[in-house]
């Protein structure tokens, strides 16, 4: 089938909104609502994380220990002699997670865009589903604590949600051309504030019962969405057209019109099919202009971003003193900012033709937002207000970087539309942003603690320079 295009614009459905079909609001809903329900699963860990340090930590060494907990001695099923241990253990959870979901992101990718990505998507959906009600739900009905376990769950768990992003970022960017994706991303990439927010509150509104009852209901909802997405969602246009032939045929003999994502596409029955696009080399993709300078800015953002993310209701409840739930509650306005910010910067760029000078200021207002949040008072009003302050500096760009950017570079005219990159070059630009946030975290923790790790080590050089002179 040879293929003849037109613009939009020239048909009787122009303006922004006409060029969409019902096919398009399908699949916007269905990719938006199964990166809700992952990462509400993912924000319920760092909702519960109080309560979590509560029951691996003996009752008579933390006050936090709510009266539904057993009283058992801490030697038989308790995993630390203190919430500062566990605290670290939490924080080590965290980096397991996110370098095995940065390694995840570039593998998902590259096998996205040679498989179909509703299998590659349903599969890290119902899998993740399965780790998560294991690690929160399954070992505490079991009352089996086991670090060994917890990393081992946490390392598969990030490899299977990495399969998630680059496959819901391709599917969107299939459906939906460059005309208006900056407004369409950035509103579509509030999906992930949209899943913390939910995440907050069903963990919130089941915490009295325990933190295992967070995990599961957010694993069930996660893995029902999965089998929603195996059997509903179609992955791009061509999927489409190939029933609208079936419904169309017999009404025009030789062609019909498929409204693909801002194009008329007119298909002749007597011409060849053109060739299927081939998926692009790992290397191929680093190599795509703008992709490194992308990936290294998100890399720095992320890790902004990923602290808020993993450790803002814990900070709320410790340096407050609030309750878990009102900190969880609290935490919401920092994603209500984030969804604000990508939707209006989206249409900025838009408007302007641009992406990168919309970020750059985004970036600089955000360095005054988060100094003005670490003054933040005591005061749940002003913390809320100064929370979607930063989250609209911060959380914008990094939705933006994330999925309009990512579109673009995978969708660039260095492809010239014979290669398929999309879904790779998604991965390695969010892959690259956890690797930083990882890093940043682990390198962090490091400097911190260099001064104890430069006088441990020279007191070892003492203790062995004296035992090698009484020899």
Request: glycine share 10%; hydrophobic share 45%; net charge negative.
């Amino acid at each position: 089938l040879s293929l003849l295009v037109t613009p939009v614009m020239s048909s009787p459905c122009c303006g922004f909104l006409a060029q969409y079909t019902h096919h398009h609001l399908v699949a916007f809903l269905l990719t938006f609502f199964s990166y809700v329900l992952l990462h509400a699963s993912r924000k319920t860990f760092s909702n519960v994380k109080v309560s979590i340090s509560a029951q691996w930590t003996p009752s008579v060494q933390n006050a936090s220990s709510p009266a539904f907990s057993p009283r058992e001695t801490w030697e038989k099923n308790n995993l630390f002699a203190d919430s500062d241990e566990a605290t670290l253990f939490l924080g080590v959870l965290d980096t397991i997670f996110l370098f095995s979901y940065a390694v995840g992101l570039y593998m998902s990718g590259v096998i996205g865009d040679r498989m179909n990505l509703r299998y590659v998507l349903s599969f890290g959906l119902c899998g993740s589903a399965i780790v998560e009600f294991v690690f929160g739900t399954l070992t505490e009905w079991l009352q089996f604590y086991n670090i060994y376990l917890y990393c081992g769950l946490w390392v598969l768990n990030g490899l299977l949600q990495s399969a998630v992003w680059p496959c819901v970022v391709a599917v969107m960017g299939n459906w939906f051309g460059k005309s208006g994706r900056g407004f369409v991303f950035g509103l579509w990439s509030a999906c992930a504030s949209v899943g913390n927010i939910l995440g907050a509150f069903l963990a919130s509104s089941v915490l009295k019962y325990g933190y295992e009852y967070a995990f599961l209901v957010t694993s069930v909802l996660q893995f029902a969405g999965g089998v929603v997405v195996f059997f509903g969602l179609l992955t791009s246009p061509k999927e489409v057209g190939e029933y609208w032939d079936e419904e169309e045929e017999g009404e025009e003999e030789g062609s019909e019109e498929v409204c693909d994502g801002g194009y008329y596409t007119i298909q002749q029955g007597d011409e060849e099919p053109r060739e299927t696009p081939k998926a692009i080399g790992f290397c191929q993709a680093f190599c795509l202009p703008g992709v490194l300078p992308y990936s290294l800015a998100y890399a720095c953002l992320k890790l902004v971003n990923y602290s808020f993310f993993f450790w803002l209701p814990f900070y709320l409840s410790r340096n407050f003193g609030w309750k878990e739930a009102q900190a969880d509650r609290l935490s919401v306005w920092y994603d209500v900012g984030g969804i604000i910010g990508g939707t209006i910067q989206g249409l900025i760029s838009d408007c302007m033709g641009k992406r990168a000078p919309v970020l750059a200021v985004s970036l600089l207002l955000a360095m005054g937002a988060l100094v003005g949040y670490s003054h933040s008072p005591p005061d749940q009003v002003v913390n809320a207000a100064l929370l979607a302050t930063t989250g609209f500096f911060i959380g914008g760009p990094s939705n933006m970087i994330s999925s309009a950017i990512s579109a673009d570079l995978g969708r660039q005219e260095a492809l010239r539309g014979s290669q398929e990159a999309l879904a790779t070059v998604t991965g390695i630009v969010d892959g690259t942003g956890s690797i930083g946030a990882a890093a940043g975290q682990t390198g962090g923790s490091i400097v911190f603690i260099l001064p104890l790790i430069v006088t441990e080590i020279r007191a070892m050089w003492r203790d062995r320079q004296a035992r090698t002179h009484q020899l």
